[in-house]
């Protein structure tokens, strides 16, 4: 009996991981503005176009060496003095298993274009779809941030072929806000983001491989 319910526990968890990282606003693969534990797999990269209240920012990263992930982030707004452009870089210390938790540390905005982030977080699928995120940082972070998502399988909206897209719904703390979101699996590796963030709604569209 026990090894029915360890197994079906297992089962749960397991497919409450993620399928691949997405990036962020920001640039590093997490949520919506925070960062998690996830880095893209060796030999892998991620592009995107999030648009913002004002503005809009070009994202896009790749691996470089194991468990080493390398990005830019690109903002443009209406007025060209507000222009940034990130050097972002993470490293899994500790990969996500079934029992324990990701972990990774990572520095965003290296060369200080607005303000240098330091921060460590760690990551953790949990039963039922559900998977949370927490960490420290400076700059941006303002201390503790933390997220929380929500992955809903695709089911059959009608009979037939007709299903609804897997769905991740995100609820996060970035250290000043709380921003909300929804993140849609279009295709393999083609996601498509909206919701509310930093005061205003904001939507984009993100691809990994």
Not at 48 to 60: E, Q, R, S, T, W
């Amino acid at each position: 009996m026990r090894k029915i319910v360890f197994g079906v526990l297992c089962a749960l968890i397991v497919s409450a991981a993620p399928v691949l990282a997405a990036p962020s606003v920001h640039g590093s693969t997490g949520q919506i503005n925070n960062p998690s534990a996830d880095v893209l797999q060796e030999g892998r990269f991620a592009f995107g176009y999030y648009h913002l209240d004002g503005g809009a920012a070009g994202v896009f990263n790749v691996t470089v060496l194991p468990k080493l992930e390398l990005g830019v982030a690109g903002f443009r707004y209406d007025g060209a003095s507000a222009n940034k452009t990130y050097v972002n870089a993470k490293w899994s210390l500790v990969s996500e298993s079934i029992l324990t938790p990701g972990v990774a540390i990572g520095v965003e905005d290296i060369a200080a274009e607005r303000e240098r982030s330091y921060y460590a977080v760690a990551s953790k699928a949990l039963p039922f779809g559900f998977r949370i995120h927490a960490g420290v940082g400076s700059g941006r972070f303002d201390g503790m941030f933390a997220s929380l998502e929500k992955t809903i399988s695709p089911i059959s909206v009608v009979s037939g072929n007709d299903t609804f897209p897997a769905t991740t719904l995100i609820a996060e703390f970035d250290g000043r806000n709380m921003n909300y979101g929804a993140r849609i699996s279009v295709v393999p590796g083609l996601k498509v983001d909206a919701g509310w963030r930093d005061h205003a709604t904001y939507f984009g569209i993100t691809y990994s491989r």
